[in-house]
Each structure stands twice: as structure tokens, then as C-alpha cells.
């Protein structure tokens, strides 16, 4: 996507040192771009545990990236392949709950210890890492290209009408690495011409609706508008939503889906309001290994610390501003899981398709063999 007429994606090689590696730093978005260089494993888990990058494919890709710098920092180790095991076990516990996190480490790890000389370990690794990216990116212009027909059959419903679609939090393309999940099909049909408008839920308790996907929609000229987290089901009972797409940080093989705390309750509000709510997700996001996701999916309980206080602009700093007393306990959980039978569908790159096992193997024949094994 674009940033004032510049290509950008949430990551990248440093241009001047292919063994440095660059992202944004979204803790300082949208007041604030900040590009902030990673040159050590210590660096990768920092980002990804602090939310310095976020969403399920893009901490896949940076967790990819830090495998690499990884075989960077191991050919001055002794023991390159234990320094490598070290390093994938200590990235994978940065954040618990997304599963690309693990996918792309032992993606790498396959094939670094694939190769047995040093130098072709490096290599294999940057190469690894790149085409990893690039297939995030040709994931998520995939899943924008079949999303953008369900968008598309709205519009022939309501000739010369707006679109109204809601989204929570961000899977936009700062989660990914361009286009996003969620967002791919809006930007499409925002770009093919079709009058789309945007319900942005604030997501707090980190806002990274109002704070990322806003941001996102406004740079690229997206029709939006920032709405408290609480006032989606009212929109949607009085017929201002004709859609809900969301992103998935983890869906089991049976469609469960774990995505940003609230994801649960704007899925029951759609429901009762017979609106479609559908999921775009990368196949990466999918953990074929568990099929209920409320027992077997992991829940990140973040510090209370994000819950008592809010980050906003003030007199042109970033400044944090306590919420209540210190006498009142706080809890985070980050993520909650939306049964199978409230998700209307899965968009993902290879199609459209139920929320069910039987459908998700259909698009995914090669899984049954695995599952079967």
C-alpha cells in the first residue's frame, strides 16, 4: 500500500544492509511513523511480544525474518544448528495465541537444517524468508479478489446505494504485509469503484481500529468512520450494516475462529440481525491439529497495564493517560473465539466456503492425508 505516494509494506530488508531487517513501528501510529531497524533475535521477539508488529501473517513473516537474522547471528556462534533451535523456541514464545507465529519458524527451521553448509543455511534462510512474504502478499490479494464478489452482489442489491461493511480491529495490511485480510476486499472494491463505507471499530483495549485501520482507510482515500466498540450491534439493528468482515489471528479446522477480543459479540450481533459475517483469512492462520476452539485454543492474557491506561495525542506528544484508580484490579484478555455456526463464511485464497471442516477440506484436499496420517 501507499504512505503519501510511497510503497510500503509493514517489512522489509534494509536497502543499504540485507542483514538488517526494517518494520514500522506501530506503537507510534497514526500520529507518529517511526521505522525501526531489527538486527538480533532479541530484537524480533521484543517486536512481536510488544506489539511493535501485529496480526497473525505479519508476525509470521517478521517471526521468518528473525529465523534468518538468526542464521546471520549463528555463523559467530559455536554450534550453528543448536543456536538455530534456541532461537526458533525462544521466538515462538513472543505471543501465544496466532498460530502463523509457529508455522513460519518451523517452516524455517525445515528448511535451514535442510542444508548442511553454513553459508547455504544463511541463504536458504533469506530465501526462504522473502518467498514467505511474498506469498502473505499473494495470499492476501486473493482473498481480496473473492471477497470483492461478495461485496460485489451487495452492490447489484442496492443499485447506487453505499456499502456499509464493518471490521474490528486491524487485518489490514499493516498485520500482514500489503492489502491485508479483512480490508483486501474493501480496497478492491474501493478501487474498482464501488461505494464502500467502513464502520471501523475502535477496539480498545489498544485501539488498533481507531489507530491503524483508520489510518490505513484514510491513506488510501477509503470512506470510514471510527465508531466506539459497544455501538455495532445498535448500527446493525437499525439496517446501517450490510456486511461484517473480519480477520482471524487462529481458526481451528472445524471454523472456529480466535480473533481480537469483541470479535465474539459483533459475530452475536450479526446473528440476530441476519448480517452476514464472514472471515478472511490466509490458510497459514488455519491449525488443522484442533477442532474446538473454545478448549483448545490458547488465550493471551496481556498486562492489566493496557486496560488502566490509553495512549492518545496530546499538545502534539504521545502521552499515556490513566483511566481509573490504582485500587481497581484490571484484566486483558486479548483474543476471543467465535464459534463456526456464527461465521456466514471463510474467505481465503483458494475460495469462499462454509465454516465447516468438510468445506475447509475441500478447498484443502492435501490436509486430509495429514489429518488421516
Keep these: 500500500m501507499k504512505i503519501d505516494g510511497k510503497h510500503f509494506t509493514a517489512i522489509w ?23 525501526k531497524s531489527l538486527s538480533n533475535t532479541e530484537d524480533f521477539h521484543y517486536a512481536i511480544q510488544n506489539m511493535l508488529v501485529r496480526g497473525a501473517p505479519l508476525i509470521g513473516t517478521t517471526a521468518a525474518f528473525g529465523m534468518y537474522i538468526a542464521c546471520v547471528e549463528a555463523r559467530n556462534e559455536v554450534g550453528f544448528n543448536s543456536f538455530i533451535e534456541r532461537a526458533a523456541q525462544y521466538l ?30 544463511v541463504a536458504i534462510a533469506l530465501e526462504t524468508a522473502l518467498n514467505y512474504q511474498n506469498k502473505n502478499i499473494q495470499n492476501c490479494l486473493a482473498i481480496g479478489t473473492y471477497g470483492k464478489t461478495l461485496i460485489e452482489k451487495l452492490a447489484s442489491q442496492k443499485p447506487n446505494k ?26 478492491l472494491a474501493h ?18 481500529g481507531a489507530r491503524l485501520t483508520a489510518w490505513e482507510l484514510a491513506k488510501h482515500g477509503v470512506p470510514h468512520t471510527v465508531i ?25 479446522r472445524n471454523g472456529d475462529v480466535a480473533n ?8 452475536l450481533a450479526a446473528y440476530d440481525n441476519n448480517i452476514p459475517f464472514y472471515v478472511a483469512l490466509p490458510s497459514s492462520t488455519i491449525d488443522w491439529s484442533i477442532s474446538d476452539g473454545i478448549k483448545e485454543i490458547p488465550i493471551e492474557e496481556r498486562s492489566a497495564e493496557e486496560v488502566k491506561f490509553i495512549q492518545g495525542l496530546h499538545q502534539n506528544e504521545i502521552k499515556k493517560v490513566q483511566l481509573f484508580t490504582d485500587e481497581s484490579p484490571a484484566s486483558n484478555f486479548a483474543f476471543d473465539v467465535t464459534p463456526a455456526k456464527y461465521v456466514t463464511a471463510l474467505i481465503t485464497e483458494r475460495g469462499i466456503c462454509s465454516a465447516t471442516e468438510k468445506e475447509l477440506l475441500n478447498l484443502f484436499p492435501e490436509q486430509k492425508q495429514l489429518l488421516d496420517a
Design 92 to 121: 515462538k514464545t513472543s505471543r501465544p495465541t496466532a498460530v502463523d507465529l509457529f508455522y513460519a519458524i518451523d517452516l524455517m527451521t525445515n528448511a535451514i537444517f535442510a542444508k548442511s553448509n553454513i553459508d547455504e543455511q
Design 162 to 187: 453505499t456499502i456499509n461493511i464493518l471490521t474490528h480491529c486491524n487485518a489490514g495490511w499493516l498485520a500482514t504485509d500489503d492489502y491485508g485480510t479483512a480490508t483486501a476486499p474493501i480496497y
Design 191 to 208: 478501487d474498482a469503484g464501488l461505494p464502500v463505507h467502513i464502520w471501523v471499530d475502535e477496539t480498545r483495549p489498544r485501539n488498533q
Design 260 to 267: 481480537k477480543i469483541g470479535t465474539y459479540l459483533k459475530a
Design 228 to 252: 466506539s466498540d459497544n455501538a455495532g450491534g445498535h448500527l446493525m439493528q437499525h439496517g446501517l450494516v450490510d456486511m461484517v468482515i473480519v480477520g482471524s489471528d487462529r481458526t481451528t
Design 13 to 35: 530488508l534494509d536497502p543499504t544492509n540485507s542483514e538488517v531487517v526494517q518494520i514500522i513501528d506501530q506503537r507510534y501510529l497514526p500520529f507518529g511513523f517511526q521505522i
